[in-house]
């Protein structure tokens, strides 16, 4: 790699032909199951099992497009894979439609925590918006208090199966709405009862991060962090609100990072890139982008590069240097792990273990942690993938 502060940067990529063929459960012989990950992009709402949905609908009288749960796993998929954001959130008004009450919230909490530790996460950061869970009356710090007490309850299942695992809150706002200020000041009484982040989260192209700037300038005093979605439904100069505006230390995908990036040159495995300077102050400053390769694909986050998972830029990222994490957004949309991600990257860019396993330890080290636990996570990684 060359020098930060050169404008141009050379890297090698693997050739796409010829690459050996990978089960989706192994790499290099080891079941990608087994290997400690962190997750730090996963919407609660996105991670509903597709049973839980069909049992709790049927209960509360809420109209189903299927008969039975695997067809509705499968109306899920269908939907959610059409190219289209907004499409692909309208499938959120069924599973937010039976997380109306502190049970049903408590129970699909609980099991998000034990399908995280079932695919070998060890660490996650699950986001989702308390203002879409009071239809039934619920306030907002009881919303907050039922989703806490399920991860608390999962955590203590796998604990029980030799797991360990600890899972911490996100709270999203919604950028159509006008309740940022409300969630920013709901965040900040959780912080130290399992709230470590706020996110601005929803349509975002038409919704700048400025529009949020009361909210955002309090946690901003209050020195508490911001991950906002960014750069998946819109590019550049949303990348920069959430930056400069939001104060953000990650990016919620961030996958439009790749426009300012121009491929001036390729010869043979050689690629030649030149860095725009908001690319490079994200590279350069180890923000992390929280990527989600098949929920792109899905939602058209990476047109402008192709309809394949080879088309993504994740490795062009990956190569330059940039702070890369794998991440599902939601499961249940997407119909994947943690697991099945970074089987599909590893084969489609001949990744191995040792990629694996940077990718778990930038997630690490980018979790809003204090420093002595984020150690402490890496070690565990570091073992696990040893081991």
């Given at each position: 790699?060359?020098?930060?502060?050169?404008?141009?940067?050379?890297?090698?990529?693997?050739?796409?032909?010829?690459?050996?063929?990978?089960?989706?459960?192994?790499?290099?012989?080891?079941?990608?199951?087994?290997?400690?990950?962190?997750?730090?992009?996963?919407?609660?709402?996105?991670?509903?099992?597709?049973?839980?949905?069909?049992?709790?609908?049927?209960?509360?009288?809420?109209?189903?497009?299927?008969?039975?749960?695997?067809?509705?796993?499968?109306?899920?998929?269908?939907?959610?894979?059409?190219?289209?954001?907004?499409?692909?959130?309208?499938?959120?008004?069924?599973?937010?439609?039976?997380?109306?009450?502190?049970?049903?919230?408590?129970?699909?909490?609980?099991?998000?925590?034990?399908?995280?530790?079932?695919?070998?996460?060890?660490?996650?950061?699950?986001?989702?918006?308390?203002?879409?869970?009071?239809?039934?009356?619920?306030?907002?710090?009881?919303?907050?208090?039922?989703?806490?007490?399920?991860?608390?309850?999962?955590?203590?299942?796998?604990?029980?199966?030799?797991?360990?695992?600890?899972?911490?809150?996100i709270l999203s706002a919604m950028r159509q709405a006008d309740r940022s200020l409300?969630?920013a000041e709901l965040a900040l009484r959780f912080r130290d009862d399992g709230v470590?982040?706020?996110?601005?989260?929803?349509?975002?192209?038409?919704?700048?991060?400025?529009?949020?700037?009361?909210?955002?300038?309090?946690?901003?005093?209050?020195?508490?962090?911001?991950?906002?979605?960014?750069?998946?439904?819109?590019?550049?100069?949303?990348?920069?609100?959430?930056?400069?505006?939001?104060?953000?230390?990650?990016?919620?995908?961030?996958?439009?990072?790749?426009?300012?990036?121009?491929?001036?040159?390729?010869?043979?495995?050689?690629?030649?890139?030149?860095?725009?300077?908001?690319?490079?102050?994200?590279?350069?400053?180890?923000?992390?982008?929280?990527?989600?390769?098949?929920?792109?694909?899905?939602?058209?986050?990476?047109?402008?590069?192709?309809?394949?998972?080879?088309?993504?830029?994740?490795?062009?990222?990956?190569?330059?240097?940039?702070?890369?994490?794998?991440?599902?957004?939601?499961?249940?949309?997407?119909?994947?792990?943690?697991?099945?991600?970074?089987?599909?990257?590893?084969?489609?860019?001949?990744?191995?273990?040792?990629?694996?396993?940077?990718?778990?330890?930038?997630?690490?080290?980018?979790?809003?942690?204090?420093?002595?636990?984020?150690?402490?996570?890496?070690?565990?990684?570091?073992?696990?993938?040893?081991?």
């Open positions: 790699m060359t020098p930060h502060q050169r404008k141009e940067n050379r890297m090698s990529r693997p050739p796409r032909s010829h690459r050996p063929s990978r089960s989706e459960a192994q790499i290099e012989g080891v079941p990608v199951r087994s290997l400690p990950k962190v997750s730090l992009h996963d919407h609660l709402d996105g991670g509903v099992r597709a049973a839980t949905v069909f049992e709790l609908a049927n209960e509360a009288g809420i109209e189903l497009p299927t008969s039975d749960a695997r067809s509705l796993c499968e109306w899920f998929a269908d939907q959610a894979d059409s190219g289209s954001l907004v499409d692909y959130i309208k499938t959120f008004d069924l599973t937010i439609a039976v997380m109306q009450t502190a049970e049903n919230l408590t129970r699909i909490a609980r099991e998000f925590v034990e399908d995280l530790a079932n695919d070998g996460v060890i660490y996650a950061e699950v986001r989702w918006a308390p203002e879409q869970h009071q239809a039934q009356g619920l306030t907002l710090d009881e919303a907050v208090q039922a989703v806490q007490d399920g991860l608390e309850e999962g955590e203590d299942a796998a604990d029980e199966n030799g797991h360990a695992i600890h899972v911490a809150q409300e969630i470590v982040a706020f996110d601005l989260a929803g349509p975002e192209d038409g919704f700048p991060a400025s529009r949020h700037q009361p909210a955002l300038d309090l946690l901003a005093r209050e020195f508490f962090p911001v991950t906002l979605h960014a750069g998946e439904a819109a590019g550049l100069d949303s990348i920069r609100g959430a930056l400069l505006d939001g104060r953000a230390l990650r990016l919620g995908h961030g996958v439009r990072i790749a426009e300012d990036l121009e491929v001036i040159e390729t010869e043979g495995d050689e690629v030649r890139v030149r860095f725009g300077d908001l690319a490079r102050w994200v590279r350069d400053r180890e923000i992390a982008l929280e990527l989600s390769p098949s929920s792109n694909l899905g939602t058209g986050a990476i047109e402008a590069w192709g309809d394949s998972l080879e088309d993504h830029p994740f490795d062009l990222l990956y190569q330059l240097g940039f702070c890369v994490t794998v991440n599902t957004d939601n499961r249940l949309m997407s119909r994947t792990t943690i697991t099945r991600e970074l089987s599909l990257l590893a084969e489609a860019f001949d990744y191995d273990l040792e990629d694996v396993e940077q990718f778990q330890l930038n997630a690490a080290a980018a979790t809003f942690l204090p420093i002595e636990q984020r150690e402490e996570l890496i070690d565990l990684i570091t073992e696990g993938f040893d081991r």
